[in-house]
């Protein structure tokens, strides 16, 4: 596509359930990655895809947090058991594995969790 | 692992000069990013150094020296739409983009 897609755009949830993020990047770009954004603070890295190499999982919080990609494309992070501090937004962003690396970001996907 | 340092808040006024410092300690350097990021959106790229020496874009410049973990983000002639937060971040080589937590900028008249 065109840009990074992210679903859902905003979601809430209550304590324990399990929910799960979707990530569209954009066609060709071989790296991808989840960062999560707490309000009024950075951006903290959760994990990073690189074409076929296995994922950089080393900023995943805990092990009820997991994520997926499908075929080079599609990723998916899936919270289990939330917790209210795993409220955020979730960002997703893509990029090329040549020259700068420019980021692209998916607009996120706002997690609340009662 | 990395540690990227900026400060948190700077404040300036109308078609003034503002300098925004990173400082980063890391190894196998592979690229320095300033990123920009308006309340409630995505961030978006700004510039990228990987030698030392200066990049000019228009009204931002950053700066690089590799030698002294340092970078700057130069922004000149403020505008009000320059209120945003400004992501210095880092990589190594391949490994994930690691940013700091960020400078929120506000641009008064």
């Known amino acids: 596509g065109a840009g990074v897609s992210q679903s859902p755009s905003n979601k809430v949830t209550e304590k324990g359930k399990d929910v799960e993020l979707r990530c569209d990047p954009i066609s060709g770009h071989t790296a991808l990655y989840w960062y999560r954004q707490s309000l009024g603070q950075g951006l903290e890295f959760l994990i990073y895809?690189?074409?076929?190499?296995?994922?950089?999982k080393s900023g995943l919080p805990s092990d009820r947090f997991s994520a997926e990609r499908t075929g080079g494309s599609v990723s998916t992070l899936t919270i289990q058991r939330t917790q209210q501090e795993d409220s955020a937004v979730y960002l997703c962003a893509s990029s090329t594995d040549s020259g700068a690396n420019v980021l692209t970001f998916g607009a996120g996907s706002r997690l609340t969790v009662l | 692992g990395q540690n990227i340092d900026q400060p948190t808040e700077m404040t300036a006024t109308e078609g003034a000069i503002v300098q925004i410092n990173c400082t980063y300690q890391t190894s196998g350097f592979n690229g320095l990013f300033w990123y920009q990021q308006h309340a409630g959106e995505a961030p978006t790229f700004l510039s990228y150094n990987v030698l030392d020496g200066l990049e000019e874009k228009g009204r931002f410049s950053s700066f690089l020296s590799r030698s002294k973990g340092y970078s700057y983000l130069l922004l000149k002639e403020l505008q009000m739409k320059d209120s945003a937060s400004y992501l210095c971040?880092?990589?190594?080589?391949?490994?994930?983009?690691?940013f700091g937590k960020g400078t929120t900028l506000s641009v008064s008249s």
């Open positions: 971040a880092c990589k190594e080589a391949g490994t994930a983009l690691i």
């Open positions: 895809f690189q074409g076929n190499s296995a994922p950089d």
